[in-house]
């Protein structure tokens, strides 16, 4: 299906600032028009010496208003910057605040299908190169435009229009030239763009995966695949210098033709006595004062080009639509007991993926807790996601106290669900912070209860900045098990009516996950309890265990119904047993 094109988010953004912005180019003009009285009080500096009609007096009246034009271009100047580049960064903030706040909205599939690295690239060179096309190239246009204007206008009245008239043959072929040139630099800025995001996000997922590289010696292979997508960035890069190479040399040989043409054509007037010395000087000083203009289109015009590729970049994500989002009319619930219901549930990843749950349909009353079982890829995890409404399942329906969560609130569902996924996700942050994440504001008391609970407060206290411990990226420096039971204090503090454990004690010894699960017996009774796991020792403490097999309900019922039965559940029981027992003797 077809996108629908949204409005862009920058005019009114601009509208919003338009009052400031006209106040800045109000000032800029101001210095524009000063400017121009510069180079015509010299000349009759000029002609009033060469012709001996100006007597000291005179000469200080003259010096004297150019040191006026000075001051008055040094406030305009102030005025300009402070309104325009001041706004320039505030324009940045918002859209980097809306762009930030947009991907918190998408849908999973968003970020299985995009790279962190060209997520990062539209908050660091896309927003920058918005932030300089409405800034700086906003003061290089309407600066260059008004005070080209305002040269030649000053330049057909005050010295002569057959002479100007000359100087504008450069400029015509550099408007044709610079039309061109823009349409080349977006497209290839886009590119490069594009490039950059690959290059980063290889050397992100480098570093977070800087162990397995070791552990598996693939240094070399690495350093070989980088220096391709390195190279690749600089090939990128070299086709936006390479179109620079060309242009602005050529813009710098029409300002020289530019002045080639005044002098010759100049002097010659001056020389038959068309002109006078202190217009032909005057006339010299409009061309200095438009060589400026001349070169900062070049310089407009490539910010131009790259803030329109970094704005389509950036509304390539605003225009995306999230698959989950609050319903219209939404059920007023606020508060759930912790009913749970999969109704005829049917679910796949994608359209030509299959099902990862087939027509199941499962019941936990509040304060019941339910363990989820089966081999890997039979779906367990898909059931906590479709919990959570991660997803939205293509058939059936998954209820939360009698409501279909397609019709609750995201926020009511999430605030009554704390979650332990598998990659036991840590912020680069204390330990404290870590724990508290989902309850801001929890006393030091409750955090080190909820701690205690996850039998992870005596190695927190071996630290030795103890709760105040800084935690590595994604938790780098704690071990498996650490991290996983940092996660499980995070959940328990959050003291959510349901609780999800996804394979959250996988990495912790059976001591350990024994004490962890009296201490969940004691800390959530009377609460809803999902636990997912391949541990059979794990889910001693269920009231019922449901066994997934290819995404079907295998088998259901208590841990003395399942061994009965003989089935999948008991043949997973013997096997860990023999397991155990061989470990024992060894």
């Known amino acids: 299906m077809e996108k629908k094109k949204k409005t862009s988010i920058l005019p009114p953004i601009l509208a919003r600032f338009s009052v400031i912005y006209l106040i800045g180019l109000a000032g800029l003009f101001v210095v524009d028009y000063v400017q121009l009285f510069i180079p015509q009080y010299m000349g009759d500096v000029t002609d009033g010496l060469a012709a001996h009609t100006l007597d000291q007096a005179g000469v200080l009246d003259l010096c004297g208003k150019i040191v006026l034009c000075g001051l008055i271009m040094m406030l305009g100047r102030f005025v300009w910057r402070y309104c325009i580049f001041g706004t320039a960064r505030k324009i940045e903030r918002i859209l980097r605040n809306r762009l930030f706040a947009k991907l918190e909205t998408l849908s999973q599939r968003y970020y299985h299908e995009h790279k962190t690295g060209d997520l990062m690239s539209y908050f660091t060179n896309d927003l920058e190169a918005v ?64 490039a950059f995001a690959n290059l980063q996000d290889f050397v992100q997922e480098s570093v977070s995966g800087e162990r397995v590289i070791k552990a598996f010696v693939q ?11 390195n190279e690749n960035k600089r090939q990128a890069s070299l086709h936006v210098v390479k179109l620079h190479v060309l242009f602005l040399p050529a813009l710098r040989l029409l300002v020289g033709i530019t002045y080639v043409i005044a002098i010759v054509v100049g002097g010659y007037f001056t020389i038959v006595g068309d002109m006078t010395l202190g217009k032909f000087v005057a006339f010299n000083s409009y061309i200095g004062s438009l060589v400026w203009p001349m070169l900062a289109l070049g310089d407009a015009i490539t910010s131009i080009s790259q803030g329109v590729a970094g704005m389509r970049r950036i509304h390539e994500v605003m225009d995306e639509e999230s698959e989950i989002v609050d319903p219209a009319s939404p059920d007023e619930v606020e508060t759930l007991s912790g009913a749970i219901e999969f109704r005829n549930v049917t679910f796949s990843y994608g359209e030509n993926l299959p099902d990862k749950l087939t027509n ?55 605030e009554n669900i704390a979650y332990v996924p598998q990659d036991n996700f840590l912020f680069s942050q ?46 780098v420096t704690l071990s498996g098990g650490q991290k996983q039971r940092s996660s499980i204090a995070r959940a ?41 796991a391949h541990r059979v020792s794990t889910v001693q ?37 023999l397991e155990e027992q061989l470990t024992m003797a060894e």
């Open 131 to 194: 932030r300089v096309a409405v800034g700086p190239a906003v003061v290089t246009c309407f600066d260059a435009t008004v005070l080209a204007v305002m040269v030649l206008y000053r330049m057909v009245t005050h010295v002569s229009l057959t002479l100007t008239l000359y100087t504008l043959i450069p400029m015509g072929i550099l408007a044709v030239g610079g039309y061109f040139f823009g349409i080349a630099s977006e497209e290839r800025y886009g590119k490069m763009q594009k």
């Open 219 to 229: 240094e070399e292979k690495q350093a070989e695949a980088f220096k391709i997508v």
């Open 360 to 414: 199941l349909s499962v019941k936990v009353a509040p304060g019941e807790t339910l363990a989820i079982m089966g081999r890997t890829g039979t779906g367990k995890s898909t059931f906590a996601n479709l919990l959570c409404r991660l997803y939205d399942v293509q058939e059936g329906a998954v209820l939360l106290d009698g409501h279909d969560v397609r019709n609750l609130p995201l926020k009511t569902i999430r």
């Open 430 to 475: 204390t330990l404290s912070g870590n724990i508290s994440f989902g309850r801001q504001g929890a006393s030091q008391e409750e955090i080190e209860e909820a701690a205690k609970a996850a039998d992870i407060h005596d190695n927190i206290l071996d630290f030795p900045d103890k709760y105040e411990t800084m935690v590595g990226e994604r938790g």
């Open 492 to 532: 328990l503090l959050k003291d959510s009516p349901i609780l999800i454990l996804d394979d959250a004690l996988s990495a912790v010894d059976t001591d350990t996950e024994e004490r962890i699960l009296q201490n969940l017996k004691k800390y959530r009774a009377g609460k809803t309890n999902l636990i997912i």
């Open 541 to 577: 403490m269920a009231d019922h265990i449901l066994v997934l097999d290819e995404g079907r309900m295998a088998e259901y019922g208590t841990r003395e119904e399942l061994m009965a039965k003989n089935g999948i559940f008991a043949d997973m029981a013997h096997r860990q047993q």
